[in-house]
């Protein structure tokens, strides 16, 4: 007699999900992954050549870091491929991220027309229901996923939906991650930072709650640059800001550990740079 929850891993062989990689739009982040093949009798590592597709990824860091415009430029590259995302928005209302997505199509060279009916926003900044109740939260982006059949969820910030309730963060977050994973979506969550403590720590509001769960933390900060020492190291002035970016951890498939400048062109666009190791090398 079977056990509801207990499986043989031969009676889900069928169901086992095929490791590909989901192009992302962004500079520099998709050699990020990798996983490795068999080649002859040794293996070689492969380039995923995208973000892991079904991953939950938390993207967590201070403000003015680069997780928006990240997400942003995701959810227009996904889009553009005539491919549907749900855009949960929490923090902006729903006229004023529309504004930020047909400007970073713009900086990416594409035609608005082919993102404007593949991005569904849910806008729980205006709708109270939707952003303190997470059940309506839930059963919206089931409807989303059905009618429109989208394939990537984009949640901004995941941090407004526990506000004030940060003790219950890990219960907020696993619910929100067992959800995703059940209707296979491909899934980019912000989280916010409290404080500028350990900002290449993947600590967010709630602690280590969504980093924790989910498959995969990019932690993004920044540094001003203040001494001789920190001019020699990042290749810029006294005074000029840095911001870095790196992969904490992902148990889908093998990434680069190493922290990576990040840069936010004047177009807007992010752009994974060079390692701190090869920057350092070239000095």
């Not at 980093?211 to 002035?237: A, G, N, W």
């Not at 666009?269 to 090398?281: A, D, F, N, T, Y």
Request: charged share 25%; aromatic share 8%; hydrophobic share 40%.
């Amino acid at each position: 007699m079977a056990k509801d929850g207990v499986f043989l891993l031969a009676d889900i062989k069928d169901r086992i999900v095929e490791l590909k990689g989901v192009p992302s739009g962004i500079e520099g982040l998709d050699n990020i992954f990798f996983t490795f093949k068999k080649d002859g009798d040794k293996f070689k590592k492969v380039g995923l050549g995208g973000i892991p597709e079904y991953a939950v990824i938390n993207l967590t860091g201070v403000p003015d870091t680069g997780k928006s415009l990240l997400v942003e430029q995701f959810a227009v590259k996904r889009a553009s491929l005539n491919e549907k995302v749900a855009f949960i928005t929490v923090e902006t209302p729903a006229p004023f991220l529309s504004t930020g997505l047909y400007m970073r199509a713009k900086a990416m060279g594409i035609d608005e027309k082919k993102i404007e009916n593949n991005i569904v926003i849910i806008d729980a900044a205006s709708n109270k229901d939707l952003r303190e109740e997470l059940p309506t939260l839930l059963d919206t982006l089931a409807y989303v996923i059905r009618i429109y059949k989208t394939k990537y969820t984009v949640i901004d910030s995941v941090t407004g939906i526990y506000e004030h309730k940060e003790v219950m963060a890990r219960i907020f977050v696993r619910q929100i991650y067992n959800f995703l994973k059940k209707w296979y979506q491909t899934a980019l969550l912000v989280s916010q930072k409290r404080s500028s403590h350990e900002e290449l720590s993947a600590e967010a509001a709630g602690g280590y709650a969504v980093s924790h769960i989910v498959d995969c933390t990019m932690v993004f900060s920044k540094k001003m640059i203040q001494s001789i020492y920190d001019e020699r190291l990042y290749k810029k002035p006294i005074g000029e800001l840095v911001r870095l970016f790196r992969i904490d951890g992902c148990r889908m498939c093998g990434h680069d550990t190493d922290t990576h400048i990040l840069t936010i062109g004047e177009d807007g666009l992010v752009r994974i740079g060079p390692s701190l190791k090869s920057v350092s090398e070239n000095r």
